[in-house]
């Protein structure tokens, strides 16, 4: 209580706005959960119940173990806290087991574990510099950044409302990014590490780590014109940063090297196989893909181009085989995302810009692996009985949005666009049907007759429309990334 | 920053904090056979809807007045009509008659909870970021700081939102009622707050401030000319708006005389259950409320009641001013709390000593939550603990005309910090007492009785405050700037 006054009292902003969503934070606990409650209840019990050699082979649940060993040991240290709340909860056969105790320990686990996110924030903060000293508080950049790190809508809501630890692991990159940014190299490299054995899906932007860190880090010096020298090449860096990963890896999978299990292991990261059949409308490329072959076969029904006989019936699951455009196969679909990578890699590599360039092509690569990702969600069947207990956190979800999206936008107009506006008239067009959209989809739609033969349409309009946006953002971005001209050495960064 | 975008981010946090606890319990969730006020707000949309105007507020077959009879004037009654209207659209078995007695299902928190909001979204909530907007000589930043700390108000959300009732309503149309006098908008604002009243009863504790600026004023402006017009103007808005509210009562003698009857149930003694108020707290030394016959009891808090309110009503009469009006407000409205007959605890909306019934209704972590957001909000907007010179406190007059008596007078700014500190600190250990620990078994109401009698002891402090700087207003009042 008195560091609470302290801190509040000497007008710390910052500490205000941690402990203010901290508590918004509370109040979500009542909120429902999704599937993934009894996902990480499961792992709770997995963990502190079986022998290690157990961990990834336990199957009595259909939610396996299938993230990395290092999100492994972090559910086996929380269970060891869980035992105080409630021992029915780390036994394994209790499935679907959520007492009101489980409940508040799981969600405050979220809570306290986002204090990560909440000192990564800070570091960031610290990176970026406040030219101005006599600005207002709510007009310098550091309050915005926090604001909108701190409060983002959608790390609110998955996090603490459908439940996922997101935020310490979102934490732990925003702090490698902020080391990056300091110039501390091998912490960044160590955190990134370490983050990727606790969620695998870092992945996507491992290149950009890999190659900002060898054109930057071990080539120490740059020609005037900014291209690489070659003999600045420096072996110690290189070697120290192999030594690092190497050593994380280690203490990840060396147990389960030791018990041969490795393959299982990866098999349970990488299920190639699992979830080929139902997919989520994400609204990515393939949405737009998807989309446009159903449009050309029923174009092509109405001109008696194609046999109807052929064509799969139309329903919540996304098919493997499209119709008129080519089929595309889980291959073909990473070596997508791979290609769309790769013009920002280049860039990285040829016209080096420091951290930020850094920054943006890590921004690249992951909504690039989006973009041309194959997305499994089990949710998607579920979506298609809207439970009550939905109906009545819609309006929080409409109201955080709101929140975010008013404070964004009037927040980034007065960072950077005084004069003009801050979309042109097309996006804000755009940006402005999203409502419209929405009203129909949660309102209208489920009172038209629609609703029990089309069931998927809402998720289609609502995944095809946002795809859209998400293309034209992504594309500008690519643009702006290739056409900037190289940034010097000598401008501060 | 413009100031609508924060204002619209602040009105925004306040309706999620809002909706986050209405996620919560509400009052007699699962207890038959009484269940809580919720039931009550249900059953009178009941009532209303099934049965004619007359039968209301009378004890019938159709009608158990013991079990949630109407104890609101009308203004409620049409307001529950209107929402019973909406209810037989979505779902009529929540309004048969008898039949739907303790209906509970998520449905229908889910509508009872939607109607909360939306009356207060219509009607409290402009009020609050109007009078914001209209508060003088601060900047920008605080009158957004003051609307995000009366917006995150804990009592009220935890009381409206939680336990479930309407008082946004009556106090939105009250602080409507302020606005409009302060503004000089004398008419609309006497409609509001007669609306106001007609909606609670409760908010007649505000009527002698409204009544004693309004003379003021009428006063100020000539009793020979203007202001006998203003003052005909007045009495008309009010007889109209009572008349228009109580139309379907005036009828006949006995409706008015049975509706009064349920507003004012002075059978039922000095206090009832454990209230701030200075009766129950003088109880615990001395048994008045056993030793005293009832008319004495109520001649005895009327004239203490009255006493204590004489000075600062007798000062807007004679000088009348927005700032001393408003603080006649609060100082009248804790004199009739402190003093008055058969007080309900709901009167004050104050969190501290609301807890038992809080923790009855399993609202303990909104509870915790909200009082510790808006305590934040308060403290990073208002940095209490940095300045608390005499100027601020606005109590530089008083400590001067003391100081011609006592010289040393001089820490007084100092006291003040200290007993904030201690009453804080004093209000939370009782807070986790009563939470954690269980009362020894002699004294089994002993936590609700101490935070009671602590909670006196502040509101008294708070009086004599207020009616302080009420009085020593004056004498500056011509140098200092106007300060609204």
Redesign the interface.
């Known amino acids: 209580?008195a560091a609470?006054?302290i801190a509040?009292?000497t007008?710390n902003?910052f500490s205000?706005l941690a402990?203010?969503v901290t508590?918004?934070k509370?109040?979500?606990?009542?909120?429902y959960h999704s599937t993934d409650f009894e996902v990480h209840r499961n792992w709770l019990a997995i963990t502190h119940s079986l022998p290690i050699s157990q961990w990834y082979y336990e199957a009595t649940s259909e939610w396996t173990l299938d993230y990395p060993p290092f999100f492994a040991w972090f559910e086996y240290i929380l269970s060891h806290v869980a035992k105080y709340f409630d021992q029915e909860m780390l036994n394994v056969h209790n499935l679907n087991y959520s007492s009101s105790r489980t409940l508040l320990f799981q969600r405050f686990s979220v809570i306290f574990t986002d204090t990560l996110f909440v000192y990564a924030v800070h570091e960031c903060c610290k990176c970026i510099g406040g030219k101005k000293v006599g600005k207002?508080l709510?007009?310098k950049p550091k309050f915005i950044l926090s604001v909108l790190l701190l409060w983002n809508f959608g790390l609110l809501i998955v996090d603490h409302i459908h439940f996922q630890y997101n935020g310490f692991l979102f934490g732990l990159m925003l702090l490698s990014i902020a080391r990056l940014f300091q110039k501390r190299h091998m912490e960044g490299a160590f955190l990134f590490a370490v983050l990727l054995h606790f969620k695998h899906i870092y992945l996507y932007v491992a290149p950009a780590y890999g190659v900002y860190l060898l054109r930057s880090y071990c080539f120490t010096a740059n020609r005037p014109d900014g291209s690489i020298r070659w003999n600045s090449f420096s072996f110690v860096r290189f070697i120290s940063l192999g030594l690092v990963v190497f050593l994380i890896s280690a203490l990840s999978l060396g147990p389960f090297l030791a018990l041969n299990q490795l393959p299982q292991v990866f098999s349970r990261l990488f299920p190639f196989k699992r979830g080929l059949c139902h997919a989520y409308w994400a609204p990515n490329f393939w949405a737009l893909y998807n989309a446009l072959d159903k449009v050309l076969s029923v174009i092509g029904l109405k001109l008696k181009f194609l046999d109807p006989n052929k064509i799969p019936k139309a329903s919540m699951k996304v098919q493997f085989q499209h119709t008129v455009l080519p089929s595309v196969t889980p291959w073909q679909r990473l070596y997508a995302q791979l290609i769309a990578i790769l013009p920002s890699i280049f860039c990285l590599w040829f016209k080096p810009q420091g951290p930020r360039g850094f920054l943006r092509c890590l921004i690249l690569c992951a909504l690039s692996s989006f973009m041309f990702g194959w997305h499994v969600h089990e949710k998607a069947i579920l979506l298609a009985i809207l439970p009550?207990?939905e109906?009545?956190?819609l309006?929080?979800k409409i109201?955080?949005m709101?929140?975010f999206t008013?404070?964004s936008i009037?927040?980034l107009k007065?960072l950077f666009r005084k004069e003009k506006p801050l979309f042109n008239w097309m996006e804000t067009f755009y940006l402005l049907g999203l409502g419209p959209l929405e009203v129909c989809c949660e309102f209208v739609f489920p009172l038209t007759s629609w609703k029990l033969k089309y069931p998927f349409i809402p998720l289609l309009l609502t995944s095809v429309y946002c795809a859209l946006g998400i293309t034209y953002a992504w594309f500008k971005l690519y643009v702006s990334v290739l056409i900037d001209p190289p940034i010097g050495k000598t401008k501060k960064q | 920053m413009e100031k609508w975008y924060l204002m619209t981010t602040v009105v925004l946090i306040g309706l999620t904090v809002r909706w986050t606890v209405s996620l919560n319990s509400y009052s007699g969730a699962g207890k038959p056979p009484m269940f809580g006020d919720y039931e009550a707000q249900r059953h009178w949309q009941e009532i209303t809807f099934n049965l004619p105007v007359k039968q209301w507020y009378f004890n019938s077959s159709d009608n158990n007045l013991q079990y949630w009879g109407l104890d609101y004037p009308p203004l409620t009654a049409y307001h529950s009509l209107l929402c019973a209207y909406v209810a037989k659209f979505i779902n009529p078995d929540w309004i048969a008659l008898h039949t739907s007695r303790g209906y509970e299902s998520q449905a229908h928190k889910l509508f009872m909870r939607t109607t909360v909001l939306i009356a207060d979204l219509l009607i409290y909530i402009p009020a609050v970021v109007l009078y914001c907007c209209c508060l003088k000589e601060i900047s920008t930043k605080k009158k957004i700081a003051n609307a995000l700390c009366i917006l995150l108000y804990p009592g009220l959300i935890l009381i409206d939102y939680g336990h479930f009732q309407y008082n946004s309503v009556s106090l939105g149309f009250a602080l409507w009622g302020v606005l409009g006098v302060s503004c000089d908008w004398d008419l609309l604002g006497s409609l509001a707050f007669c609306l106001a009243i007609n909606y609670k009863q409760m908010e007649l504790y505000h009527s002698l401030p409204f009544f004693c600026f309004l003379l003021g004023k009428c006063f100020k402006k000539g009793l020979k000319g203007k202001g006998f017009v203003l003052l005909v103007k007045l009495a008309c808005t009010v007889v109209a708006s009572f008349i228009l509210c109580w139309l379907p009562f005036f009828t006949e003698g006995e409706q008015t005389l049975q509706v009064l009857r349920r507003l004012f149930p002075v059978d039922r003694g000095l206090f009832e259950d454990k209230v701030a108020n200075i009766w129950c707290s003088f109880n615990v030394l001395l048994k008045i409320k056993d030793i005293l016959p009832r008319h004495i009891q109520l001649i005895m808090s009327f004239c203490f009641t009255f006493l204590s309110l004489l000075p600062a009503c007798i000062k807007l009469i004679l000088q009348p001013s927005s700032k001393g009006f408003k603080f006649t407000l609060v100082s009248c409205a804790l004199s009739f709390f402190l003093f008055s007959f058969q007080v309900h605890e709901k009167s004050i909306l104050l969190v501290s000593f609301m807890l038992p019934l809080l923790l009855k209704d399993e609202l303990l972590m909104p509870s915790v939550v909200t009082t510790m957001a808006f305590f934040i909000a308060c403290v990073t907007s208002f940095s209490i603990f940095e300045k608390t010179s005499e100027e601020e406190l606005q109590l530089k007059s008083f400590s001067i005309s003391v100081r011609t008596y006592l010289p040393c007078f001089t820490f007084l700014s100092r006291i003040i910090q200290y007993l904030f500190l201690i009453s804080v600190i004093t209000m939370v250990l009782l807070t986790l007492m009563t939470v954690t620990l269980d009362p020894p078994q002699k004294l089994p109401d002993l936590f609700s009785v101490l935070v009671c009698f602590v909670s006196c002891l502040n509101f008294l402090f708070f009086l004599v405050y207020f009616n302080i700087i009420i009085m020593w207003d004056s004498k500056n009042g011509r140098n200092q700037k106007k300060i609204s």
């Open positions: 209580m609470l006054t509040a009292g007008g902003w205000a402990l203010g508590l918004l509370c109040l979500l606990i009542p909120t207002e709510t007009e009550m207990s109906h009545f956190e309006p929080i109201l955080l709101l929140l008013i404070y009037s927040s007065t």
